[in-house]
């Protein structure tokens, strides 16, 4: 075990506190070598001792289904905070306003504000991964975007302190959101509108069917790879170049949905980086159009 928390800090810890261990297992892509330190909370009154104890040098990542992230085979340096299955509350106003922590799974938030008879989240059921990833890259599928129902989000520092700040403080774009430095996202607030629970539930089904159809749900991936150009699919784009099926070692280019890179089971990291830019190159070559990626690409190469 490495040094950064005190034996007598981790006596007080009510988390889990592993060791070296294998990010493969909290990403959906199902690679990445191991954290130097990871830590699963026991809440965020945990969380917080946690980083107030914490040196301050530490390197620090947060991951919540690991979604939208590649590690590379190397893993990663400091700590690793997990955030699914860890902050898991959710709630709900009279007012039809919905709190959800960063650990809570995008889908779950979508049903549960349906099932409480409010609209406006049905499409954050297409999202594959928690509502602290959602609204740190403004996710967003099926026409909606995350930030566009947040009222307040909650964020936390280095210092274990929580801040509330409002949409106003933050640079909102498409799969791009700007805050305060060394603060990340430990709850939403969401506000919608009066719906129809049948309703919204039938919306969800369909939008998920509409999801297994066209995506190629069941497979070790990320979801989308790369950003939608301006007037543009980047699916279409990959597609128009004949790269569906493309593979790279044990990753594949998508044969249901060209903006999908799936492990085929043996995939390393390396094998899907390489791949990504094998296929943003040969779309910048054939069409001068230069993708940007939406996943996320962290740690070190073996």
């Known amino acids: 075990m490495n040094d950064f928390i005190s034996n007598a800090v981790r006596k007080e810890l009510r988390g889990k506190l592993l060791p070296f261990e294998s990010l493969a297992h909290y990403t959906s892509w199902r690679t990445g070598g ?104 403004n996710a967003g599928c099926f026409g909606g975007e995350t930030w566009s129902h947040v009222v307040k989000v909650e964020t936390m520092n280095r210092q274990g302190e929580i801040k509330i700040r409002t949409p106003q403080e933050f640079d909102i774009a498409y799969r791009h959101v700007l805050g305060p430095l060394d603060e990340w996202f430990i709850a939403g607030h969401f506000a919608l509108t009066q719906g129809d629970k049948t309703l919204s539930l039938d919306a969800i089904r369909q939008l998920l069917e509409k999801r297994s159809a066209t995506q190629p749900t069941g497979t070790a991936n990320c979801g989308s ?25 044990g990753a594949q280019v998508s044969e249901k949905h060209a903006n999908f890179i799936i492990n085929t089971q043996t995939a390393t990291s390396k094998e899907i980086e390489n791949l990504i830019m094998d296929v943003g190159n040969i779309v910048h070559e054939k069409t001068g159009i230069r993708l940007i990626t939406e996943v996320r690409i962290i740690g070190k190469n073996t």
């Open 225 to 249: 790879v790369f950003r939608n150009p301006t007037d543009n699919f980047a699916g279409r784009l990959i597609e128009s170049c004949g790269l569906k099926g493309k593979t790279f070692g």
């Open 34 to 137: 191991p954290a130097e330190c990871l830590y699963i909370p026991a809440d965020l009154e945990d969380l917080s001792f946690f980083l107030r104890e914490l040196p301050k040098q530490t390197p620090l990542t947060w991951l919540g289904l690991g979604s939208n992230t590649l590690v590379r085979d190397g893993g990663l340096e400091g700590v690793v905070l997990i955030t699914q299955g860890a902050l898991a509350k959710l709630d709900s106003k009279e007012d039809l306003t919905f709190r959800a922590e960063a650990g809570v799974a995008s889908a779950q938030l979508a049903r549960f504000s349906a099932r409480n008879g409010a609209q406006g989240l049905e499409f954050m059921a297409g999202i594959p991964g928690t509502v602290g990833g959602a609204l740190a890259m």
